[in-house]
Nanobody, 132 residues
């Protein structure tokens, strides 16, 4: 059974850091591009970051560039999102997603990675609250 499970969310003060983890099972990361999305209350789900199937290419939403870092550990079949200098507007439920469309996802020249429809598997989400 293919699935992804997020963890690592919580309450953090503005300026603080959190690392989200995404455990993939039933498939190997070499054959999937991975994305992180978030959904704040009353807002649509938005793409935060992605990493290509090769692991070479990464992308970020403008709102998190310079603060968030996506990475993966092939041996552990894990994907991470290091979030630094967190702001109240980062408060949301964060989702991990997997896409088998590695020929196009998270590569230069397109923004397919931001589209929910291009992902095959989704986790249940982990909540992040940034507040003092």
């Amino acid at each position: 059974q293919l699935q992804v499970v997020e963890s690592g969310g919580g309450l953090v003060q503005p300026g603080g850091s959190l690392r989200l983890s995404c455990a993939a099972s039933g498939f190997t990361l070499d054959f999937y591009a991975m994305g992180w999305f978030r959904q704040a209350p009353g807002k649509e789900r938005e793409g935060v970051s992605c990493i290509s199937g090769s692991g070479v290419s990464t992308k970020y939403a403008d709102s998190v560039k310079g603060r968030f870092i996506i990475s993966r550990d092939i041996a552990k079949n894990m994907v991470y999102l290091q979030m630094n200098n967190l702001k109240p507007e980062d408060t949301a439920v964060y989702y991990c997603a997997a896409s088998s469309w590695i020929q196009a996802m998270c590569l230069t020249g397109n923004d397919h990675w931001t589209s929910n429809q291009e992902y095959d598997y989704w986790g249940q989400g982990t909540p992040v609250t940034v507040s003092s």
